[in-house]
C-alpha cells in the first residue's frame, strides 16, 4: 500500500556514476531532483573500479600535447567491438567525453591524463584517472557536490521497486524506504542509474552462462532491476551475453589486484607450477583461461621491479600489501612451498618465460612483457569474476529507452550498466575506460536531455 506520494521534476535510480552524474547536470538546469539509492551508501561498482576512464579532447589532454580526436576514439571503439556498438551513441559519447571531463575536473575529481598508458585497441592516449587510481575518490567527490546542491533530494536505503506509467509515457516510480514506507514518486522523467545485473546470479546463468557459479565482484545490488522493468514496458536490449571480467581478484579475501603487475611483467601459473595463457590476453579473454584452471584459482607472480613500477602508477596496491595477501620470498622454491604448487615445474616456468622476455618469443603469444623475473619474487593468490555486465536496455544517443520499433519511451531514460554498453556482442570487444565512459557519459546525456 502506498503511504506518501512524492512529486520531483526527475527521478534517478541509483547513484552510482551515472545517478551522481545525471542528478548534477539536471539541478544545474534549474531542475529539481529525487535520487534514490538502495544501499546505505552512495557509488555502486563505480566507486569499487580503478577509475580508469577514456576521453578525447579534454583540457588535461591538451595541456600534455594529446591530440585525439573523439572521432578517432569512436574508431578504436568500434574497431574492437566490430562495430557492433551503435555508432551514432558511440560517437556521441566519445564527442562528449572530452567536455565530461572538463565538468568533472571542475566539480573537483581529481583527475589526471596518463599520456604513457594504453590498452590494447587503443591507438592514442585516451586514459584519465584519479592518482589514487580508485574509483571511489570521484564518487565521494560527486557526493559532495550533491550535498551542497539543495535541489537534490538523496535517499539512501530506498529501494525503488518499480515504474509508474499511462498507456503512453513513464510517469513515475515506486520505492520503499528503510522503515518500510511505501513511496509513490510523480515525476516528469525517470532515469534508470542502477547498474546491471552481475549480481543476479539466474540472470547470469540465463545470459552468460560461461560465468555461471562464477565469482562476482561488483556492486551488491547490480540486480538488474531497471533492465526487467525496461522490458516489461517493451523495452529492447541488446548485447546481453557482453560483460567485463577480471583476471586478478584476490582469492579467498576478495580485493582488486589491478592488471598493472601484468601490464609492468607479471605472469600467472596454476597450481602445477605452469603458465596457461597470454596474461595480456583481452580482460575476457585471460578471465576464461583462469576459469578453467584447477579451482579457478592460480598465482600472480612478481619480482621487485614490478612491485615498485605497480606502486608508481597505482598507490592502491598498498591495499594489497597492508591485507597480508602478497607473500614474499627469496627464492622460487620457496614460493612454490608457500602456495603449494610444483617447484620444479615453476623453476622451469619462470625460466622459459624469461627467455622470450629476450626473445620476444612466448609459447602463449604474449608479446608484452617487462624486464626478466628475478629474486625476490612475490606471489598473489587471484581468481577471475565477473565484475561487470555490458549489455542492457537499448538507448538513443539522448539516452532515452528505446522500444523494439526504435521509438522513444516517453520519460524513461537509462545509462551505465543499466544500458546497452560499448563492446558489442562479445566481451574481448570491451575496451578498458568505457565502462566509466557509458556510466558518466550517459548520466551527463541524460540528465541534460530530462533537464530540457
Ligand atoms: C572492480 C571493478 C573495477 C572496474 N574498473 C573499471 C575501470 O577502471 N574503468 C571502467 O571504465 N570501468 C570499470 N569498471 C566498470 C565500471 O565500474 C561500471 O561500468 C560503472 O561503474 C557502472 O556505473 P553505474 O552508475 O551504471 O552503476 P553503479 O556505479 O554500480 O551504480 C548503480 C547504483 O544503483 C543502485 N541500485 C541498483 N538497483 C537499485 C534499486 N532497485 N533501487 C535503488 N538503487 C538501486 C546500486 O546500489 C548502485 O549504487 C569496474 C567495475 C568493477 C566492479
Known amino acids: 500500500?502506498?503511504?506518501?506520494?512524492?512529486?520531483?521534476?526527475?527521478?534517478?535510480?541509483?547513484?552510482?556514476?551515472?545517478?551522481?552524474?545525471?542528478?548534477?547536470?539536471?539541478t544545474e538546469q534549474g531542475k529539481r531532483v529525487l535520487l534514490l539509492e538502495r544501499n546505505s551508501a552512495v557509488g555502486g561498482s563505480t566507486a569499487m573500479s580503478a577509475g580508469i576512464f577514456v576521453a578525447a579532447g579534454s583540457r588535461l589532454q591538451?595541456?600534455?600535447?594529446?591530440?585525439?580526436?573523439?572521432?578517432?576514439?569512436?574508431?578504436?571503439?568500434?574497431?574492437?567491438?566490430?562495430?557492433?556498438?551503435?555508432?551514432?551513441?558511440?560517437?556521441?559519447?566519445?564527442?562528449?567525453?572530452g567536455p565530461l571531463m572538463d565538468w568533472l575536473v571542475d566539480q573537483g575529481v581529481p583527475l589526471e591524463h596518463m599520456p604513457d598508458y594504453k590498452y590494447p585497441g587503443m591507438s592514442r592516449s585516451w586514459i584519465h584517472s584519479p592518482p589514487q587510481r580508485d574509483g571511489l575518490v570521484m564518487t565521494n567527490v560527486l557526493l559532495r557536490a550533491v550535498k551542497r546542491q539543495p535541489a537534490i533530494d538523496l535517499h539512501l536505503q530506498t529501494r525503488v521497486a518499480g515504474l509508474t506509467s499511462t498507456a503512453e509515457m513513464v510517469t513515475g516510480l515506486t520505492a520503499t524506504?528503510?522503515?518500510?514506507?511505501?513511496?509513490?514518486?510523480?515525476?516528469?522523467?525517470?532515469?534508470?542509474?542502477?547498474?546491471?545485473?552481475?549480481?543476479?546470479?539466474?540472470?547470469?546463468?540465463?545470459?552468460?552462462?560461461?560465468?555461471?557459479?562464477?565469482?562476482?565482484?561488483?556492486a551488491q545490488y547490480a540486480t538488474g532491476d531497471a533492465i526487467q522493468w525496461g522490458q516489461s514496458m517493451g523495452a529492447?536490449?541488446?548485447?546481453?551475453?557482453?560483460?567485463?571480467?577480471?583476471?586478478?581478484?584476490?582469492?579467498?579475501?576478495?580485493?582488486?589486484?589491478?592488471?598493472?603487475?601484468?601490464?609492468?611483467?607479471?605472469?600467472?601459473?596454476?597450481?602445477?607450477?605452469?603458465?596457461?595463457?597470454?596474461?595480456?590476453?583481452s580482460y575476457a579473454?585471460?578471465?576464461?583461461?583462469?576459469?578453467?584452471?584447477?579451482?579457478?584459482?592460480?598465482?600472480?607472480?612478481?619480482?621487485?621491479?614490478?612491485?615498485?613500477?605497480?606502486?608508481?602508477?597505482?598507490?592502491?596496491?598498498?591495499?594489497?600489501?597492508?591485507?597480508?595477501?602478497?607473500?614474499?620470498?627469496?627464492?622460487?622454491?620457496?614460493?612454490?612451498?608457500?602456495?603449494?604448487?610444483d617447484g620444479d615445474n615453476l623453476a622451469r616456468t619462470v625460466s622459459s618465460y624469461n627467455t622470450a622476455v629476450l626473445t620476444g618469443k612466448d609459447d602463449f603469444g604474449r608479446s608484452r612483457f617487462g624486464e626478466p623475473l628475478s629474486s625476490p619474487f612475490y606471489g598473489i593468490s587471484v581468481t577471475s569474476a565477473l565484475v561487470q555486465t555490458l549489455g542492457g536496455l537499448r538507448v538513443d544517443a539522448r539516452a532515452r529507452v528505446k522500444r523494439l520499433d526504435e521509438t522513444p519511451i516517453p520519460g524513461l531514460y537509462a545509462g551505465?550498466?543499466?544500458?546497452?554498453?560499448?563492446?558489442?556482442?562479445?566481451p574481448q570487444g570491451y575496451l578498458a575506460g568505457t565502462g566509466l565512459l557509458s556510466a558518466f557519459g550517459l548520466g551527463w546525456i541524460a540528465g541534460h536531455d530530462a533537464a530540457r
Open 62 to 97: 591538451r595541456e600534455n600535447g594529446e591530440t585525439g580526436t573523439p572521432e578517432e576514439l569512436a574508431a578504436d571503439i568500434l574497431r574492437l567491438n566490430g562495430r557492433q556498438s551503435d555508432a551514432s551513441l558511440t560517437k556521441t559519447l566519445c564527442f562528449a567525453s
Open 285 to 341: 579473454g585471460h578471465a576464461l583461461a583462469v576459469q578453467a584452471q584447477p579451482n579457478h584459482v592460480v598465482v600472480e607472480l612478481f619480482d621487485e621491479y614490478i612491485l615498485n613500477e605497480t606502486l608508481e602508477n597505482y598507490p592502491r596496491f598498498t591495499e594489497c600489501l597492508s591485507a597480508g595477501i602478497v607473500e614474499r620470498s627469496e627464492t622460487l622454491a620457496e614460493l612454490a612451498q608457500k602456495f603449494n604448487l
Open 236 to 281: 529492447a536490449t541488446d548485447h546481453m551475453g557482453a560483460y567485463q571480467s577480471h583476471s586478478s581478484i584476490a582469492y579467498p579475501k576478495k580485493m582488486l589486484v589491478t592488471t598493472y603487475l601484468i601490464n609492468h611483467g607479471a605472469i600467472q601459473v596454476n597450481q602445477h607450477g605452469r603458465r596457461f595463457g597470454d596474461e595480456t590476453d
Open 177 to 218: 524506504r528503510p522503515d518500510g514506507e511505501s513511496i509513490s514518486v510523480r515525476a516528469q522523467s525517470v532515469i534508470l542509474a542502477a547498474s546491471g545485473f552481475g549480481a543476479n546470479p539466474s540472470m547470469v546463468a540465463h545470459y552468460i552462462p560461461e560465468f555461471a557459479g562464477a565469482q562476482y565482484y561488483g
Open 416 to 426: 551505465g550498466g543499466s544500458a546497452s554498453g560499448m563492446a558489442g556482442e562479445r
Open 1 to 26: 500500500m502506498i503511504e506518501k506520494m512524492v512529486e520531483t521534476d526527475i527521478a534517478i535510480v541509483g547513484a552510482g556514476g551515472c545517478g551522481l552524474t545525471a542528478a548534477l547536470v539536471a
